[in-house]
């Protein structure tokens, strides 16, 4: 694990985390250029953000404006009210945050730094007009008594601490820009009141006197603390939400299905603009060595496959953050399982024009030195692919066991354990001791088989031990005693199904060529197949599984081995 672990991190060449110069295969652009680009991204996501929050406060901001304004200019000579030399500097600040809301609002869209000049703008104008403010307040406060001239000092660091809570939770910032800017609110009150202290002993004493100066600095530093923590905090998040929106140059875009080992995304290569599969390790299992081996051989035995009906790699690495992935072609359509799930049992042409694809592709597995052992309903996926209906692909081939010279590359089996689904694993695995070869995978195919043409597992059960032992020590019924199917695909069914490996067919070549005889080889056709998928797409049990539509199933059940005898 830590050689597999140190290869991925030399190469990463789907992270995008390798050194500039580092040699780029395929159609991908050079990973400084990848690195460039998601940091791109996220600073143009970065700027839509401020953008909006800068609008939404520019309009607030003139809007508090315009009623202080409206309501100081109606109540001249009142306790609270504003000196009249006042309100020439608010409509002056009132102007400007009316322009910046409707720069703001316009369809144009700022670049970042124009953007952060009207941030300075907007929040440095009512900063220096409560500056101002209050210098007069402190000066209209000597005329007052020594209480009323600190309970005024006080009442005016509300709004100072509103704009550093408001600037600090709400503007998209750096933990240290934040820092600077909102220190610099932070400490205008206090500056203000030591420049009118300097100017005048009265209130150099009302403020010491009367404990102001200490509160409004207790004030003014809890204010800070929170605003500086919330714009790191935040910021931190965006980040953190960017980064698990990507994986390398893949932006993921919705989750699709899952199971024991890993989620499978729905993304999109952000340059190709091409959409695929990405599959991770599950959090809780990052640190699993056996999944972590699982997952590489998923990887490397899918990888050297290059047979249509076997579902295609792109990609393998390991994130930023150390998770492991892998990116497959996506496949619109429904696995075998969710066929029969939603549709019934399906035509015995449609069964046959399925299986032999799939033979084809294990085919080409078998003579690779591979066996799936994880053939099942879930598992063969009927996709639309270049127009093509019900164009089978073959997935999950993290159960893999290798045989021949691939043995020493591609190792996943677990002693005293059946890996693999116990409602299609076959005698031999379940017994332990036989021989894992391509007759095994036979077996999982004839179970497979038999769940199409009749809607049912070959001995249906909830508890894994009795299906496992089913398979070994019990007569499968036939599936023309709960359905209508032809003899001729009854045959090879059941063939399939025999205990004794010898009596299945020789490979799985053998049972792709007996498929093609039967009478119903020729019912299902690519026009058939459009057809059907039209028909289904308008159907409401379509609409009612349209979120499911393009899970890929993926599960793995392990079982202890039984004892032969």
Not at 264 to 292: M, N, Q, W, Y
Request: hydrophobic share 45%.
């Amino acid at each position: 694990m830590a050689k597999l672990a140190e290869l991925l991190r030399s190469n990463r060449s789907s992270a995008g985390d390798t050194r500039p110069g580092d040699d780029c295969h395929d159609c991908f652009c050079p990973h400084d250029g990848l690195l460039a680009k998601s940091s791109l991204e996220f600073r143009e996501q970065v700027r839509d953000l401020l953008r909006g929050r800068l609008r939404v406060a520019a309009i607030f901001l003139f809007a508090i404006c315009t009623l202080h304004f409206v309501r100081s200019a109606l109540t001249q000579g009142e306790t609270f009210s504003i000196p009249s030399t006042e309100l020439v500097p608010l409509l002056f600040v009132t102007a400007v945050e009316g322009i910046c809301a409707v720069v703001l609002c316009r369809r144009h869209r700022p670049s970042l730094l124009a953007l952060r000049i009207i941030e300075v703008v907007m929040f440095v104008s009512p900063a220096l007009l409560l500056v101002h403010m209050q210098s007069e307040t402190a000066r209209f406060a000597l005329t007052q008594d020594e209480e009323s001239q600190g309970l005024r000092l006080i009442a005016f660091s509300v709004p100072w601490i509103l704009m550093v809570m408001v600037y600090g939770l709400f503007i998209p910032n750096t933990w240290r820009r934040a820092t600077a800017i909102i220190a610099m609110f932070a400490v205008g009150p206090l500056l203000t009141a030591a420049y009118a202290s300097w100017r005048n002993n009265v209130m150099l004493d009302a403020l010491y006197d009367s404990g102001v100066v200490s509160f409004n600095l207790m004030q003014m530093a809890s204010a800070g603390f929170v605003a500086v923590w919330g714009a790191h905090h935040f910021g931190t998040m965006r980040r953190e939400t960017f980064d698990l929106q990507h994986v390398g140059v893949y932006q993921l875009v919705r989750r699709l299905g899952g199971g024991g080992m890993g989620d499978v995304f729905l993304a999109e290569h952000r340059l190709l603009k091409r959409p695929c599969a990405v599959k991770l390790i599950r959090k809780d299992r990052e640190s699993d060595e056996g999944t972590i081996a699982r997952f590489q051989n998923e990887v490397q035995a899918t990888a050297r496959l290059t047979h249509p009906n076997t579902v295609e790699i792109y990609d393998y690495g390991i994130t930023d953050n150390g998770m492991f992935f892998y990116v497959m072609e996506y496949l619109p359509g429904l696995s075998v399982q969710e066929l029969v799930d939603r549709s019934g049992p399906l035509a015995a042409g449609r069964v046959i024009h399925l299986l032999r694809q799939v033979c084809s592709a294990l085919a080409e597995a078998h003579r690779a030195g591979l066996i799936h052992r994880d053939i099942k309903p879930g598992n063969i996926f009927a996709a639309e692919r270049g127009g093509i209906h019900d164009f089978a692909k073959l997935l999950d081939f993290g159960l893999v066991k290798a045989t021949g010279e691939q043995a020493e590359n591609i190792q996943n089996t677990r002693e005293g354990v059946v890996v693999g689904s116990p409602l299609y694993a076959a005698p031999e695995t379940a017994l332990g001791g036989g021989p894992v070869d391509e007759h095994v995978d036979q077996y999982s195919l004839g179970a497979t088989a038999y769940f199409m043409l009749t809607g049912r597992p070959v001995f249906p059960g909830t508890r894994a031990l009795e299906i496992v032992f089913a398979h070994a020590r019990e007569t499968p019924k036939p599936p023309s005693e709960f359905v209508k199917v032809p003899a001729d695909l009854e045959a090879i069914v059941m063939r399939c199904l025999a205990k004794s490996p010898s009596d299945r067919y020789h490979d799985v070549s053998e049972l792709e060529q007996d498929l093609a005889r039967c009478r119903d080889a020729s019912t299902w056709s690519d026009e058939v197949a459009a057809q059907w998928w039209r028909d289904f797409q308008d159907s409401p049990r379509a609409e009612r599984t349209a979120s499911e539509a393009d899970a890929f199933a993926e599960t793995a059940v392990a079982t202890p081995v039984l004892a032969p005898g």
